[in-house]
């Protein structure tokens, strides 16, 4: 089973790559969506925020994610206080997501923005990192979440630089442009991950 980790700088648009992935053929597990459910539904992870950040970030036994987001992301150490706290529960869940698509034998794309932080790397045979120039993330990042112009900044800038991120990348898409040139990048570095035979002799 062919494991791509893809991972990209706050409004570059890697969930728009993971669709693209998943178009053809690719099963998609989103990390955002699973640390989602952890906040949702994991009791133990609940309760350590809670005490951590205070019960003013929990509303009817869930994380307020607005709330928490204000708090955290305020604070470097606060950011890595919530991740020492999300994170091993999060991986126990894609870990699962993992093993589960193995039965498949389907390629999987990890879908995450933490991927390199969070040392989920590590179990990828490629990484793919998405960029895009730093004005269209910040109005795509804008458009998608309705932070504010100052709020999207902050988050980008507490984020790994991408030029780090980039070191540990077999292929990099610049999703800056349109759509139409996105996908046509998609298409051919899915080709030499799926059939690098194929590929090889065609180049």
């Known amino acids: 089973m062919l494991r791509i980790g893809l991972t990209g700088s706050f409004g570059a648009g890697k969930t728009t790559v993971a669709a693209m992935f998943k178009a053809r053929g690719a099963r998609v597990i989103d990390a955002d969506a ?3 459910a952890v906040l949702r539904h994991d009791k133990a992870c609940i309760r350590a925020i809670g005490k951590k950040f205070g019960r003013g970030v929990i ?27 999300v994170h091993p529960a999060l991986e126990r869940l894609i870990r699962e997501e993992l093993a589960s698509a193995v039965a498949k034998n389907k390629p999987v794309v990890l879908d995450a923005a933490l991927l390199i932080e969070a040392g989920w790397h590590k179990f990828m045979d490629a990484v793919i990192v998405v960029k895009a120039r730093r004005a269209v993330q910040v109005e795509r990042a804008m458009s998608r979440t309705g932070l504010s112009r100052a709020e999207v900044t902050q988050r980008i800038r507490r ?5 780090k991120k980039v070191a540990y990348a077999a ?3 610049d999703n800056s442009g ?8 998609v ?4 080709r030499s991950l799926t059939n690098p035979i194929r590929q090889e002799k065609a180049s």
Do not use: C, N, Y
């Open 34 to 36: 699973l640390g989602h």
């Open 59 to 85: 509303s009817t036994g869930r994380v307020d994610r607005a709330r928490l987001g204000k708090v955290v992301f305020a604070d470097p150490s606060a950011l890595k206080a919530l991740d020492k706290i």
């Open 159 to 163: 984020q790994m630089p991408l030029v």
């Open 171 to 173: 292929h990099v898409i």
């Open 178 to 185: 349109s759509a139409a040139a996105t996908e046509k990048h």
């Open 187 to 190: 298409e051919r570095i899915f």
